[in-house]
C-alpha cells in the first residue's frame, strides 16, 4: 500500500475491491502468455504502438542479469490479473531499467501498455498493475546486488528501496479535445501522482515498432508522446535534475534499441539530449502537473496537442495527419477554442458521478441516494 500514491490510496478506500490475482508471466510457453499478448496487442498494435510478439518472446528469454553493451540492465515484465475463477482480466507489460554508468541511484520503470477488460473497469485493478512493478524493481535490485552486478546505497534498507531512487515513467498521447481516451489516461495518470515533463526540452518520440520490411517501405514514422513520470518519494518537486532527465531517456531508448534499428532510433534520442544540455547550466527542467479533475483542467494547456506539435514536432507526419484534421481552422477561427473546450469538458465531468459501491454486490437493487456518493471530477 505504501508504494500507493495518496491519491490512489483514497481512491482504493472509496472504491469496490473484488477478488482477483496479479501473476507474472516469466516465459513465452506459460499457458497465460499468448492471452495476454493478444489484449495488449488487439489496443496497441494496429497503430504501431506494441512490440512484435517475436521481439517480447526475445526479452523474456534473455538473462535479464547480463547487461547490454551500454551497461544497462533489463528485466522485461508481463503481468496478468485474473479473477477468483481463472478468467483474464488485465494485462500490463513494461521493463525495469538501470545502468550505473548514466545514474548510479537511479531505476526507472517502464509502464508500457496496459489493457483492462470491460468487466474489470471501475475497479481498484488498474491501480495495482500500475503499481505491481515497483515491487519486481525492488526484488530485482536486490538480485543483482546479491549477484556482485551492482552496490546498493542502502542494502540494508529494503523498506526505502535500498536507497535507489525509483522513477515510474509513461508515454502518453497529448491532450486534443475531440480525443476522450486521452482525457481518460492523462486524469488517470494525474491522480496516481504523475507529471508531465515539459516538451519544450524532452520532445519525446516512441519509435515506429511496426515490421522492419513495412518501415522500409513507408519510411521511419515515430509518435509524438508525452513522457509522464511518478518520482516514489518526490512526486511534489516541481523540477527534475537535468542529469536525471537525461539518464531515463538514455535508459527508454537503450531499452528500444534491443528491438528497432539503430539508425531509427538516432535522430529522436539526439534531439532529446541535444536540448537537456542546452539547459544544463539552468540545473532542471521543469514537471508539469496533471489535471485530476474538473477544479484544475487548466492544467492541459501547455499539453494541448495543437500546441506542443506545431512548437515541438514541426513537419512529423502525426502533425501534418493532426494539422490536416480540421484542428487548425477550429483554432485559428475560435481564439477562445481550448477555453472552451476545457469548459465544454469541466460541465461533462461535473455531470458525471462516481458512486461509493460498498453493498452494491449484495444488493441488486441499490440505487444511488444523496447519503451514499460523492460527487467528484
Known amino acids: 500500500m505504501k508504494d500507493l500514491y495518496q491519491q490512489d490510496v483514497v481512491e482504493m ?115 495495482w498493475l500500475r503499481i505491481a512493478p515497483v515491487e519486481l524493481a525492488v526484488q530485482y535490485l536486490q538480485d543483482l546486488h546479491q549477484m556482485g552486478k551492482i552496490q546498493l546505497p542502502a542494502p540494508d534498507q529494503p523498506g526505502r528501496n535500498f536507497g535507489m531512487q525509483i522513477d515510474l515513467a509513461a508515454e502518453m498521447e497529448y491532450f486534443s479535445p475531440e480525443d476522450p481516451v486521452s482525457l481518460q489516461r492523462i486524469l488517470f495518470y494525474g491522480r496516481g501522482g504523475f507529471d508531465a515533463i515539459n516538451p519544450r526540452y524532452f520532445p519525446y518520440r516512441q519509435p515506429d515498432f511496426r515490421d522492419p520490411e513495412l518501415i522500409a517501405k513507408t519510411g521511419n514514422q515515430p509518435v509524438p508522446f508525452m513522457m ?61 502537473p496533471l489535471p485530476t479533475g474538473t477544479k484544475d483542467l487548466h492544467r492541459l494547456r501547455p499539453l494541448f496537442r495543437y500546441t506542443a506539435f506545431t512548437k515541438y514536432y514541426k513537419g512529423e507526419p502525426d502533425t501534418v495527419a493532426y494539422l490536416e484534421s480540421g484542428i487548425a481552422e477550429k483554432v485559428k477561427g475560435n481564439p477562445r477554442f481550448l477555453d472552451d473546450e476545457l469548459a465544454r469538458i469541466a460541465e461533462e465531468l461535473e455531470a458525471r458521478y462516481r458512486f461509493v459501491y460498498t453493498t452494491r454486490e449484495k444488493d441488486p437493487e441499490w440505487t444511488p441516494k444523496t447519503t451514499n456518493y460523492r460527487r467528484r471530477g
Open 13 to 127: 478506500v472509496e472504491r469496490e475491491t473484488r477478488n482477483f490475482q496479479v501473476w507474472s508471466i516469466g516465459f513465452p510457453s506459460h499457458p497465460d502468455f499468448a492471452a495476454a499478448y493478444e489484449l495488449l496487442w488487439n489496443e496497441f498494435g494496429p497503430h504501431g504502438g506494441m512490440e512484435r510478439i517475436e521481439a517480447v518472446k526475445s526479452f523474456l528469454l534473455e538473462d535479464p542479469y547480463e547487461p547490454t553493451a551500454a551497461g544497462t540492465f533489463m528485466r522485461y515484465f508481463l503481468l496478468v490479473a485474473k479473477d477468483d475463477q481463472g478468467r483474464l482480466l488485465g494485462a500490463r507489460d513494461g521493463v525495469i531499467l538501470l545502468n550505473p554508468a548514466y545514474d548510479a541511484t537511479l531505476t526507472v520503470v517502464f509502464l508500457s501498455h496496459i489493457v483492462m477488460k470491460p468487466e474489470a473497469r471501475g475497479t481498484v485493478l488498474s491501480y
Open 228 to 288: 509522464l513520470l511518478r518520482r516514489l518519494g518526490r512526486e511534489r518537486q516541481a523540477v527534475i535534475p537535468t542529469d536525471e532527465a537525461r539518464a531515463v531517456m538514455r535508459l527508454l531508448y537503450d531499452d528500444f534499441a534491443t528491438h528497432c534499428s539503430v539508425e531509427n532510433l538516432t535522430d529522436a534520442l539526439e534531439d532529446v539530449l541535444d536540448k537537456l544540455d542546452s539547459r544544463a547550466s539552468r540545473g532542471g527542467i521543469e514537471l508539469l
